[in-house]
């Protein structure tokens, strides 16, 4: 079975600063990977998929890139409304989530 | 405007049983396989069931294989879950997503999710 580590688990960060998550696969997932926000007490919100494509009406600060078995989340400049918890999920087969990252004003 | 929304949760002995529906509307609702998500308190997101946007294809995760069952009406836009022989840790919010495939397409549960319901709570406890 695929496994996904997600890290960190959380991260402390200020308003405009620039902000890296990753998720590894323990196989190759050939870009099948997609990115949610969730806020408290709301659903995910689907962000970005195919490892780097933005669903419409994301902001462009929010980005994504592959390397191997390793994903990264970037938020280029954190604003007040990003801070939430962030999930990979894998769907190269049966959909697997990250553990997740809770991102927290500093 | 896409909305999913679920009913039907609540709290229910150990090995109760429960059925979530989830409403869709403002899409084509039969031309997309559906998904079930939940999500334990305080914990990360758990891939539980998939149907097929015509019911002929089901696939579930292990930890409700045999407990759980997916199914459809596309004559009323609604997905259900029938939760059987519940157990303590089935205790968590549930989600309906939308896959983004279109089509007879994708007999098989790998997609992601571009739409989900607001969730319901189900609470398992004696």
């Known amino acids: 079975d695929i496994q996904m580590t997600q890290s960190p688990s959380s991260l402390s960060a200020s308003v405009g600063d620039r902000v890296t998550i990753t998720c590894r696969a323990s196989?190759?997932?050939?870009?099948?990977l997609a990115w949610y926000q969730q806020k408290p007490g709301k659903a995910p919100k689907l962000l970005l998929y195919?490892?780097?494509k933005l669903e419409g009406g994301v902001p462009s600060r929010f980005s994504g890139s592959a390397s191997g078995t390793d994903y990264t989340l970037t938020i280029s400049s954190l604003q007040p409304e990003d801070f939430a918890t962030y999930y990979c999920?894998?769907?190269?087969?049966?959909?697997?989530f990250g553990q997740g990252t809770k991102v927290e004003i500093k | 405007q896409v909305q999913l929304v679920e009913s039907g949760g609540g709290v229910v002995q150990p090995g109760g049983s429960l059925r979530l529906s989830c409403g869709a509307s403002?899409?084509?609702?039969?031309?997309?396989?559906m998904h079930w998500v939940r999500q334990a308190p305080g914990k990360g997101l758990e891939w539980v069931a998939f149907?097929?946007?015509?019911?002929?294809?089901?696939d579930y995760a292990d930890s409700v294989k045999g407990r759980f069952t997916i199914s459809r009406d596309n004559s009323k836009n609604t997905l259900y879950l029938q939760m059987n022989s519940l157990r303590t840790e089935d205790t968590a919010v549930y989600y309906c997503?939308?896959?983004?495939?279109?089509?007879?397409?994708?007999?098989?549960?790998?997609?992601?999710?571009?739409?989900w319901g607001q969730g319901t709570l189900v609470t398992v406890s004696s």
């Open positions: 997503a939308k896959d983004w495939r279109r089509g007879l397409s994708g007999y098989d549960p790998w997609a992601y999710f571009d739409c």
């Open positions: 149907i097929h946007s015509d019911g002929s294809y089901k």
């Open positions: 196989q190759a997932i050939t870009n099948s």
């Open positions: 403002e899409f084509s609702f039969r031309s997309y396989g």
């Open positions: 195919a490892a780097s």
């Open positions: 999920q894998q769907y190269y087969r049966t959909p697997l």
